[in-house]
């Protein structure tokens, strides 16, 4: 079986974001793993509208031309790992209307978070955790948060890996991504092998 593919994605557009810190840290300490593969996914590059599609795209296609090329790519990978800033006690709203212009392409699959801003971006990965839920993604345990000191470092040059716990929060967090992942990817082919046996 091919190792499962890991998306971290992007989850802030706004110019001067913090999200490309973690996506990059988080990046190249999963490279180092032979166990999983991971791209970094940037919602910059899917400029979808608020979601305006007639039904959900559970339902029917979209129409919109960018949101088939998010589903198409959300479909690619075999699990997630979402940059998750917090606004107003929130996770962003193009985060947000991203995870609902997909449907297919998150069920069965891990969903996992490195959550930075007030309390460490807390209060965004427990919506984002009932949000993962109803979309049939399988949120694992272990996130990573970021506090306000840690951003103010790293803003001023200091990198992320240079924080011991936040390297070891990370692993618990890769080490619960692989399992579920590989295990969630086996089920999965397991259906699909039975689908076309039928």
Do not use: C
Not at 38 to 65: G, Q, T
Not at 161 to 169: C, S, T, V, Y
Request: no cysteine.
């Amino acid at each position: 079986m091919a190792k499962p593919k890991i998306a971290i994605v992007i989850g802030s557009t706004r110019p001067g974001r913090f999200a490309d810190k973690p996506a990059a840290w988080i990046k190249e300490l999963g490279d180092r793993r032979s166990d999983l593969s991971f791209e970094i996914v940037d919602l910059r590059d899917y400029p979808m509208p608020l979601f305006d599609e007639e039904v959900s795209p559970a339902w029917a296609p979209s129409k919109n031309e960018v949101a088939g090329k998010w589903q198409a790519k959300v479909a690619e990978f075999d699990g997630f790992i979402f940059t998750a800033a917090e606004y107003n006690h929130a996770p962003t709203g193009v985060l947000k209307n991203a995870l609902d212009y997909a449907a297919a392409g998150w069920v069965n699959k891990p969903a996992a978070f490195v959550g930075y801003g007030g309390v460490g971006g807390a209060r965004a990965v427990e919506q984002l955790r009932l949000i993962a839920v109803e979309l049939q993604l399988a949120p694992i345990k272990t996130a990573v948060h970021i506090m306000w000191p840690v951003m103010v470092e790293a803003r001023e040059g200091k990198s992320l890996a240079e924080f011991g716990f936040l390297n070891d929060g990370a692993k618990a967090m890769l080490d619960q991504l692989s399992w579920w992942a590989n295990a969630l990817k086996t089920a999965r082919d397991a259906e699909e092998k039975e689908a076309k046996a039928a």
